[in-house]
């Protein structure tokens, strides 16, 4: 089955007899992994109830543009801000004219107006309303604004009629869905990345180690494997599953990252290295649990081997990127980390501040290369991985355009 790990659907229903399939739909895209809530206009509660569709998504259902109980009562902004793709299927044919019009008056449509994730719509209806000429006309200017059209199928429908209107079965549209994340902008490419915190062992017991749940890591892997590259993995201790398609490689202190990552550099084309390594380790490790004892304990330190730096100093080594995390002065100490470093890109980003900062589920990030720097607001650490990714794949064929990828990993 095609993969939606953690990526966010929300599935529109329209009004139509298609909408019995929505239900299956919706359990589908939730066995591919991803999470779904579900917008249905008046008249797909005709068809089928609003409860069906809360049973089979694990989600409550949205039916009325200005809800109560949502933040600023603006659920279509926070449903729009929500999503990675829209899905409006069924997707009558009232439902296109009304999207290639750009009108807003339910819910569902004020959200495809509101949101800047992709939309896609599974047409269902007639085949002679489909056949139409408005109506293509409206496929033809909902094309234009870049929707996505999944369908229809042609052959039996509920009034007798054979030919084409038919909805799309709900696997073949979990298969559509998932191929819009699947980017091919980083096809036959090797991809190394690390996440997580190192842990730096004082004795059995203890340790010193930075703050980090993994979470941005594992997502830029995930989405580097969406993007088309073989990934590899390098993760501290951390409580997350590994992402599919993903070679991980299980390590504990910064000495084994570095040379887990070392092992493998040379023969990557790209290097992500998002992992909070501690700078020091203890001298010396004691081999008994250090017991209670004065009012004060002196633990002397010494230099980790530094990864970032390590990797771009490699000769005709991968196209690297840094992330600097950072309470104050986010830009400056991003730019010098980019010229002391000498690699290609440096992603800064503040971690004091609670919406973006550990352990939560989103991020901001500024961008900064040789070219300039790129503002990333706020967003679930998923999309953003994936614009992240986007960006870095842009930069590194603008940097490669005249050389061959190295594709010699084994």
Excluded at 217 to 241: D, F, H, M, N, W
Excluded at 385 to 406: C, G, P, V, Y
């Amino acid at each position: 089955m095609a993969s939606l790990v953690n990526k966010r659907i929300l599935l529109g229903i329209t009004g139509g007899i298609a909408a019995y399939k929505s239900a299956d739909l919706a359990r589908r895209l939730r066995d591919a992994g991803a999470e779904v809530r579900v917008v249905m206009t008046a008249a797909a509660t005709e068809f089928i109830t609003p409860l069906t569709l809360q049973a089979v998504s694990g989600n409550p259902v949205h039916l009325t543009l200005l809800d109560e109980a949502a933040e600023n009562a603006m659920g279509h902004i926070e449903l729009a801000r929500w999503a990675d793709l829209v899905l409006v299927a069924p997707a009558s044919a009232n439902f296109l004219a009304k999207l290639n019009q750009g009108r807003a008056d339910d819910l569902l449509s004020t959200v495809c107006l509101a949101t800047d994730a992709l939309i896609a719509v599974a047409p269902s209806m007639n085949q002679q309303m489909w056949l139409n000429p408005a109506t293509q006309r409206n496929v033809f200017g909902l094309k234009q604004l870049g929707i996505k059209l999944f369908g229809p199928a042609s052959g039996d429908q509920a009034c007798g009629d054979i030919g084409p209107g038919r909805m799309l079965e709900p696997l073949e549209l979990v298969d559509r869905v998932a191929a819009q994340f699947d980017t091919g902008t980083l096809d036959n490419l090797t991809v190394l990345v690390t996440a997580g915190p190192t842990w730096e062992a004082m004795d059995p017991v203890r340790g010193l180690t930075n703050r980090s749940s993994g979470k941005m890591g594992y997502a830029v892997a995930q989405a580097a494997v969406e993007a088309g590259a073989r990934v590899i993995l390098v993760s501290g201790p951390t409580a997350l599953k590994s992402p599919e398609r993903v070679e991980l490689i299980n390590v504990a202190s910064a000495r084994q990252m570095h040379d887990a990552v070392m092992d493998r550099a040379a023969r990557v084309d790209i290097f992500v290295g998002v992992a909070a390594v501690a700078d020091y380790r203890p001298k010396a490790i004691a081999a008994q649990k250090i017991k209670k004892g004065p009012d004060t304990l002196t633990l002397e330190l010494e230099r980790n081997p530094d990864i970032l730096a390590s990797v771009a100093a490699i000769n005709n080594g991968p196209f690297t990127v840094g992330f600097a995390a950072e309470t104050e002065n986010l830009i400056q100490h991003a730019r010098d980390k980019l010229q002391q470093k000498h690699v290609d890109m440096i992603a800064a980003n503040r971690v004091d501040l609670a919406e973006t900062g550990f352990d939560a589920d989103q991020n901001a990030l500024t961008l900064i290369d040789a070219n300039g720097q790129n503002e990333f607001p706020p967003q679930p650490k998923t999309r953003l991985a994936r614009e992240l990714i986007q960006h870095i794949a842009t930069r590194f064929h603008e940097k490669n355009t005249t050389k061959d990828s190295r594709q010699t990993y084994r």
